[in-house]
């Protein structure tokens, strides 16, 4: 095929053709799982109280509130770490998922509301990759069957002209028509992610959800099954969201990028905007956060602390807020910004309760050099100060120690960090984009 | 804490199952054609007013869901009924025999998980080597051959050929040793272990044999395990890393066929029990099936069906006690 | 699965291989020294009850009633195993041939009731496969029915379901079985009744199994990209859910023929399974029992023939679970 | 310089399978120094594990150790030598496996792995692991121990470590059970810590917080690291002077710096144009065609022929071992296995290129033809 000789410059020609027409436009959508379905299930037995069971569904928010929207030919990337909802989302986006709330305007027609018959027969217009080349194709299935299996579905073309278009489409994505016989097992992870794909295209799709397509592959292979979509969407006049968990790979595939953490978008910019004038904190610790492949380039790693909250009970306001480094002070206690740093690091320490026991001038030096703040912000750090000193932790057992660093944490985070802005609103503003005229949407009160 | 919480969760998973056994005892025992005191006299030429008397008597003329509902009111006060051939309650009967399939039951685990384990670690360890092969072909022989016969085997062979062991009937040992003019503890203790030796070999070689299939399997994926890399990477021996590391994790699935098999083992207590001629709930099962003891019959089953129940509950909670990921309500 | 770099790393694509052809699966399995003689022992119990079988009906049909003929005066192996030998026919009790009183006339001597006790013994295969491969059968379906339906609906279906199958599960097979039968069938006990309740109290067993089954496939990613590609339910099911749950399932089937010949055997020797005069061996071994002292040999045969029956489709069960799973590697 | 702390010679590792051999690391040859992290990089299949596993001498069977020399500290972990009749043995002085055990395994040389949630028993208390491979391989006494326990769990980086000692793997994230596994490394004091793919299962920000971790440890205790991972970034990142592995051989060797600015292999130069780079946009990444062949039966010659841009007819001929190419400005040796290099006179120049090279009759190059060289 001629083709094969081109240089991949897919987004190159999407970009051009943007802002034509949106294909796919998503409003406050929101999907929760909740825990168990059954009989028995949500159960809860305490002992210590009465009744002693209770039944209750734990809500797992795992995507709370999203809104996007992708133009046609164009690839939006969506990013974040492992358990911020980026695979749900692709999901009910497709409505594999059942979506909690929100609509899904797709080419017009809300997906949201469509059921049984007519969201089937709308399939034949959207199509999925997935992650795992080993779980993705039925291995009792020749790839040929594979192939042709959304066709058939769809009621496309007689057996001939299938069998003639899989093969075509097998050399389109850089098997060999020959390969129309053989079973998944007698191919590489990269081959069996082009099989995906050419499934993926057999109806010839406007939209494809790749969810993480190239993560399990190694880095050469991941090479040649990008340059392959990146050709394909060219040639095809594709729509991609693109869920990866790797920046380099968005960075090189996407043109919009949309950063997720726990459920929610916290960023959503043009590409060279979002990496070179990231605005919301954990996109900046994101980027951080990656190792560069240049030694010369020693990057700031590790700017983060801490651990993912538990999308059961998210944090109020802004999701980030707990790990955020730069979470606006409360107001109505005048801090100062040295003041404001000090006694964050000090509220940290406490929660995680990373200094043994010492006595209170001593720890009040080491996390106050610069003395206590003054006023009601004082008085509570003195409070706390003085309930975990070793004075007072002296000669306890262990769980009543527990319970006296537990209190002086909650008294902290109630005082200070529950009184921030970042906890009691949830933040959406749009900020003036350096790179490109793209709207750029940062979740950030800091933008406020 | 934890572990409390789970009991109670188990428990309370366990009272649907328990409602639905006596339901299908219940619905099993009324499928008889016929109405039931017919049934219970198995043809015998009656006169029809007597029966109309024997079913007023023991409310056997009211609707079925009725009748369920006053059975099962009575089996919560500890009423299991009358049993009518016997004219006795059908608890007295069967507390009467509990006893001895319960020792049965029980030492026929003891004799599995003590040869089984060590089999099986032994197999593991020693993996497609002669002790692993051998242990392998024990389990398979094991698993194919019929307890019953086992147990005649065995009686051929120990009690008639030999006579060296008794080839009937259980010493209980919660009775006086006078009862059976034992000389003193020793001789009766002794006695006690003479006379269970053969039912139980012949009763827990099934159990064996399954457990150690279960064991090796699961010492040898535990043995492949990632944390005994690492384990043997810092230096540990490996006798520890076998009876610590290794073993530990490989207990889990052990401790569920345990509490799974015991359906089979109560099963086979009624073969062994014949075989043996104990009188233990097995046997008195088969009286009442062959007289068409009806209640009795029905009581039966339902204690047989709490004591699996039970039994589960028992290897739950000390699954749980062992596997930390357990909490109430993540099952499966 | 945890995609760790394996100490073997070789490539991506051919560490967890299986190859899913027909053809290479029953080499695979025939390759399996297990496995083959597991094969070579059901095939031979197999042939052996076939053979009774036509022998049995071919007389029948042939000749009429049974009672006139023997199968002996025409090929001589067999004698007929249900004819009672009239009065100074038969004589009762012959001890084997190897005994000094035996004679090859009755190679495994004869019953209390002057029947030839190896012909009784070769008759017995036809009892127990077919009874074995029905009542399997019937759990079977009905497990995979309860199974497929639970597990592919998930939710209430699947709670009420599952809670159902528990409470089954929770009373002894055996003891549900007597039950059943007795009850069912109005106190007469027969095999029939026997085989139905073997079917119907392992449906449980293969209801969990198969619902299991369903449950990890349906998780697995080509079933949610046939979803994606707008693949109807039912050929979801027919072509990704049941050909890949197929193959651990009849895995347990096999297996569990043993496990039900094992448990109609039981039955038989307490009386409630196959009655006399059919030649089954639990019910041999039932009659055998009261003679368990004076004559030792008619406990013996049929409890080799039940062993050696049930070890060839463990052996066979074993040996093709090891050829279709990759994850145990022995 | 010094005496390195750790030597391997020509280690050869194969794996005896029904398939055939496997030879999973060939021959492969290098040193780690006192104080410094060595990078062991490569792609699935390139025997990096394998390498890593053989300094222990825990290579499970199939596999086994066939030939090489790797001396710890100037003790022999692994040695043979010619006897009278011709046939190998082992060394004399070669440690016992007991020896291993006692004395190197955990308290010389500890080791971390790619999957934190594999590597602790779910049965045991974090603590309690972390206990027992103190006690054992610093002889201290169970209180002792448990003290010291907590105090490496502080020092890793654990919140509320006295609480967490008692609690389960379970109950830790990816990133603190990580953390748990460098606590154990760092708690018995070895010279050296290998540790294999430790950030591949974890996600960008904890994988930045681990890398921070290990830096600020190494510096404060001076352990030597041996670092495997198939993620140049990382590399570039944290590693002294690193090795790459392409199956089963080591093709490159060069301090860090020289790796990436002073290219002497070709795979080193395709694994670097293959990655997309998070720091700046590339239009056009370069994708190694092909894929790696099998162990069993590598391609003659330079194992990378087949996929190389630059093969000629003698790549096909000639096996190159690792040879210095260069020597950097600080003293350090840059090594590399291509006939390219003028050290092996091999004829390279003289010999006609390699068909593939030029044409494109394989559908895995989707670059245009003849386009070498960079973005």
């Known amino acids: ?448 | 804490m934890r572990l409390l919480r789970y009991t109670l969760y188990r428990l309370l998973q366990a009272i649907p199952v328990l409602i639905g056994v006596t339901l299908i005892t219940f619905v099993l025992a009324n499928l008889a054609p016929g109405d039931p005191v017919r049934f219970m006299l198995h043809g015998q030429e009656v006169d029809e007013e007597l029966i109309r008397t024997v079913e007023r008597r023991y409310g056997l003329d009211r609707p079925l869901h009725e009748r369920y509902l006053v059975y099962m009111g009575g089996v919560l006060q500890g009423d299991f009924g009358h049993s009518i051939h016997r004219n006795r309650p059908v608890l007295d009967l069967m507390l009467a025999r509990i006893g001895p399939t319960l020792l049965l039951v029980v030492s026929a685990y003891a004799f599995a998980l003590a040869t089984a384990i060590p089999l099986g670690i032994l197999a593991a360890k020693r993996r497609n080597q002669p002790e692993d092969h051998v242990s392998r072909i024990v389990a398979l022989v094991g698993v194919s051959t019929p307890s019953f016969w086992i147990g005649i085997m065995l009686i051929l062979l120990f009690a008639v050929t030999l006579g060296w062991l008794p080839s009937s009937g259980l010493v209980y040992p919660w009775w006086p040793p006078e009862t059976y003019g034992h000389s003193g503890y020793g001789e009766h203790a002794l006695e006690t272990v003479r006379h269970l030796l053969l039912p139980m070999i012949a009763l827990g070689t099934l159990q064996m044999a399954t457990l150690m299939r279960v064991e090796r399997t699961q010492m040898i994926n535990s043995l492949q395990g990632e944390y005994v890399k690492l384990a043997r990477a810092y230096g540990v021996p490996e006798r520890t890393i076998l009876r610590k590391h290794a073993f530990r994790a490989a207990q889990l699935p052990i401790i569920t066929i345990v509490g799974l098999n015991l359906s089979t083992a109560l099963g086979g207590a009624v073969l062994i029990e014949y075989v043996f001629n104990i009188n233990g709930m097995g046997r008195l099962f088969l009286e009442a099936i062959q007289q068409l003891d009806y209640q009795l019959i029905m009581g039966i089953t339902i204690v047989i069906g709490t004591m699996f129940v039970v039994g589960v509950i028992i290897t739950d909670i000390s699954y749980a006690y062992i596997d930390p990921r357990v909490t109430y309500g993540e099952e499966e | 699965m945890a995609v760790g770099e394996s100490q073997l790393e070789t490539d991506t694509g051919s560490r967890t291989e299986v190859d899913y052809g027909w053809r290479h699966t029953v080499s695979t399995v025939m390759g399996d020294t297990t496995a083959r003689w597991g094969f070579y022992i059901v095939a031979f119990v197999f042939l052996v009850s076939a053979y009774t079988m036509v022998d049995s009906n071919l007389a029948r049909l042939t000749f009429g009633a049974f009672e006139d003929f023997t199968f002996a005066e025409w090929l001589p192996i067999f004698d007929h195993p249900e004819r009672i030998p009239p009065p100074g026919e038969g004589e009762s009790n012959v001890p084997p041939a190897f005994h000094a009183e035996g004679s090859m006339a009755n190679p495994l001597g004869t019953d209390p009731a002057g029947r030839d006790y190896f012909t009784r013994i070769v008759y017995g295969a036809q009892v127990s496969v077919s009874v074995g491969v029905v009542s399997t059968l019937i759990g079977f379906v009905g497990g995979t029915i309860i199974g497929a339906v639970s597990g592919f609906y998930g939710g209430k279906v699947d709670d009420a379901l599952m809670r159902a199958v528990e409470t089954v599960y929770a009373i002894p097979p055996l003891i549900l079985i007597i039950v059943f039968t007795v009850f069912v069938s109005g106190g007469s006990p027969d095999i029939i009744y026997a085989v139905f309740g073997v079917g119907i109290a392992f449906i449980p067993v293969f209801a969990r199994i198969i619902r299991s089954e369903v449950l990890s496939v349906r998780e697995m990613d080509y079933i949610e990209a046939a979803r994606a590609s707008g693949v109807k339910n039912r050929d979801i099911i027919r072509r990704h859910v049941i050909p890949n749950s197929f193959a651990p399932v009849l895995v347990y089937a096999t297996l569990q023929i043993g496990v039900t010949i094992l448990i109609v055997a039981g039955l038989s020797f307490l009386g409630y399974g196959a009655q006399p005069p059919t030649p089954d061996w639990g019910q041999m071994l039932s009659v055998s029992h009261g003679y368990m002292h004076s004559n030792v040999w008619l406990s013996i045969w049929p409890g080799v023939a039940i062993l050696l029956t049930i070890m060839g489709f463990n052996l066979f069960g074993d040996g093709l679970q090891d050829a279709l799973d990759p994850r145990i590697d022995d | 310089m010094t005496d390195p702390l750790l030597r391997v010679e020509n280690l050869t590792t194969q794996f005896f399978t029904e398939a055939g051999t496997v030879r999973a690391v060939d021959s492969i040859s290098f040193e780690v120094h006192e104080g410094e992290i060595v990078g062991l990089v490569g792609e699935s299949g390139a025997g990096k594990s394998v390498a890593s596993m053989s300094l222990l001498r825990l290579v499970e069977s199939p596999g086994e150790i066939v030939a090489g020399e790797i001396t710890y500290k100037g003790r022999t972990i692994f040695g043979l030598e010619e006897t009278a009749d011709g046939s190998l043995s082992e060394r004399p002085e070669m440690l016992s496996e007991e020896e291993m055990r006692r004395e190197i395994r955990g308290n010389e040389i500890a080791v971390i792995f790619q999957d934190p949630m594999e590597s602790l028993n779910p049965v045991f208390t974090v603590g309690g692991q972390l206990r027992e491979f103190i006690e054992l391989n610093r002889g201290l006494s169970k209180r002792v121990a448990r003290e010291e326990a907590i105090r490496m769990l502080r020092e890793v980086g654990i919140p509320d470590p006295e609480g967490r000692y008692e609690e389960y793997p379970h109950q830790f994230s990816g990133g603190m059970r990580q953390r748990v596994l460098i606590a154990m490394a760092l708690a018995c004091e070895p010279s050296l810590i290998i540790a294999d793919e430790p950030t591949t299962a974890l996600d960008v920000t904890v994988e930045g917080q681990i890398l921070d971790l290990v830096d600020d440890l190494q510096e404060k205790y001076g352990t030597s690291f041996i670092w495997v991972t198939h993620d140049l970034g990382v590399v570039a990142e944290i590693c002294d002077r690193v090795n790459v592995m392409y199956l089963g051989e080591i093709v490159e060797q060069a301090p860090v710096d020289d790796l990436f600015y002073e290219t002497a292999h070709p795979y080193t130069e395709a694994l670097l144009e293959s990655m997309p780079r998070p720091d700046l946009t590339v239009e056009e990444i370069q994708s190694i065609r092909g894929v790696m062949p099998s162990a069993i039966a590598p391609p003659s010659g330079c194992r990378f022929h087949p996929r190389c841009r630059y093969a000629r007819e003698a790549c096909k001929r000639v096996h190159p071992d690792p040879r210095r190419v260069a020597t950097s400005a600080d003293g350090e040796t840059h090594r590399a296995a291509c006939l390219r290099h003028d050290v092996f006179e091999s004829g390279y120049e003289a010999s006609a290129p390699l068909e593939h090279a030029t044409a494109l009759s394989d559908r895995e190059v989707e670059r245009p033809p003849g386009g070498e060289g960079g973005e």
């Open chain 1, 1 to 448: 095929m001629s083709s094969f000789g081109e240089t991949p410059t897919g987004s190159d020609s999407s970009t051009a053709e943007r802002d034509s027409e949106t294909l796919l436009e998503v409003e406050g959508l929101k999907k929760h799982f909740t825990t168990g379905s059954g009989l028995l299930s949500g159960l809860r037995v305490d002992p210590g109280s009465f009744p002693p069971v209770r039944r209750e569904h734990e809500r797992v928010r795992a995507v709370d509130d999203v809104s996007f929207s992708i133009a046609r030919g164009e690839t939006l990337g969506l990013v974040g770490e492992s358990g911020c909802g980026k695979s749900t989302l692709g999901r009910t986006v497709l409505r594999l998922l059942e979506p909690t709330a929100g609509t899904i305007r797709f080419d017009g027609e809300d997906l949201a509301s469509l059921g049984g018959e007519a969201l089937r027969r709308k399939r034949a217009e959207m199509g999925m990759i997935f992650q795992d080349p080993h779980a993705s194709l039925n291995p009792r299935m020749t790839v040929g069957t594979i192939v042709e299996e959304p066709m058939v579905a769809h009621g496309m073309l007689d057996g001939e002209g299938r069998e003639a278009r899989a093969k075509s489409l097998l050399e389109d994505v850089g098997l060999e028509a020959h390969h129309y016989h053989r079973y998944p097992h007698e191919f590489s992870g990269g081959q069996r992610q082009r099989v995906n794909l050419a499934r993926a295209l057999s109806v010839d799709p406007d939209f494809v959800v790749c969810d993480e397509p190239v993560s399990a592959l190694d880095v050469s292979v991941q090479a040649q099954v990008l340059n392959t979509m990146a050709r394909l969407q060219a040639e095809f006049g594709l729509t991609y969201l693109f869920i990866a968990h790797d920046l380099s790979v968005i960075r090189h595939i996407a043109d919009r990028v949309a950063v997720m953490y726990l459920g929610t978008v916290v960023e959503l910019a043009e590409k060279e905007e979002l990496f070179e004038n990231p605005q919301h904190p954990y996109t900046q610790a994101l980027l951080e956060s990656i190792p560069v492949p240049d030694p010369r380039e020693s990057g700031t790693r590790g700017v983060l602390e801490g651990e993912v909250p538990s999308p059961v009970d998210p944090p109020s306001g802004c999701r980030f807020r707990t790990r955020c480094p730069v979470l606006i002070a409360p107001e109505g206690y005048g801090f100062g910004d040295a003041e404001w740093e000090a006694t964050r690091g000090f509220v940290r320490a406490v929660k995680r309760r990373t200094f043994e026991p010492a006595p209170a001038a001593e720890v009040r030096e080491r996390f106050f050099p610069e003395g206590v703040p003054d006023g009601e912000a004082g008085e509570l750090v003195e409070t706390a100060l003085s309930l975990v000193s070793a004075a007072e932790l002296e000669g306890l057992e262990e769980d009543a120690r527990t319970a006296r660093w537990h209190e002086a944490s909650e008294l902290l985070l109630e005082s200070f960090a529950e009184e921030s802005i970042c906890a009691r609103e949830r933040p959406h503003y749009e900020v003036d984009p350096v790179y490109g005229d793209g709207e750029h949407l940062a979740a950030c009160h800091r933008h406020r």
